[in-house]
Nanobody, 127 residues
């Protein structure tokens, strides 16, 4: 069983920054592939960013160049640095863990492949 707890959400103005963190339980965190997804009201959950156990990173086109995902295996944490925020970034952001199913590098954006999810943290960007 893996527990994920997100933090760092809040209200920010357009152009501002936030740093989300996800604390994970489990002794083999360094083996997990980790992802961030988001869901805005009335919309489906969508992929934001992911980091493979090896450190390779992947981003949605909508956040590329603005968001940076990173991981700290010593602290069992994954972070999402969000810069140049826009009102369309407003959503609940979820952290997710993939425990090593094959083909992550070609399927990282599929929510169904992630085994565990946090409860989410709200990010609101005002215009």
């Amino acid at each position: 069983q893996v527990q994920l707890v997100e933090s760092g959400g809040g209200l920010v103005q357009t152009g501002g920054s936030l740093r989300l963190s996800c604390a994970a339980s489990g002794r083999t965190f360094s083996h997990y592939n980790m992802g961030w997804f988001r869901q805005a009201p009335g919309k489906e959950r969508e992929f934001v960013a992911a980091v493979r156990w090896s450190g390779s990173t992947y981003y949605a086109d909508s956040v590329k160049g603005r968001f940076t995902i990173s991981r700290d295996n010593a602290k069992n944490r994954v972070h999402l640095q969000m810069n140049s925020l826009k009102p369309e970034d407003t959503a609940v952001y979820y952290c997710a863990a993939d425990l090593g199913a094959p083909n992550f590098s070609t399927g990282y954006y599929y929510a169904y492949r992630y085994d565990y999810w946090g409860t989410g943290t709200q990010v609101t960007v005002s215009s």
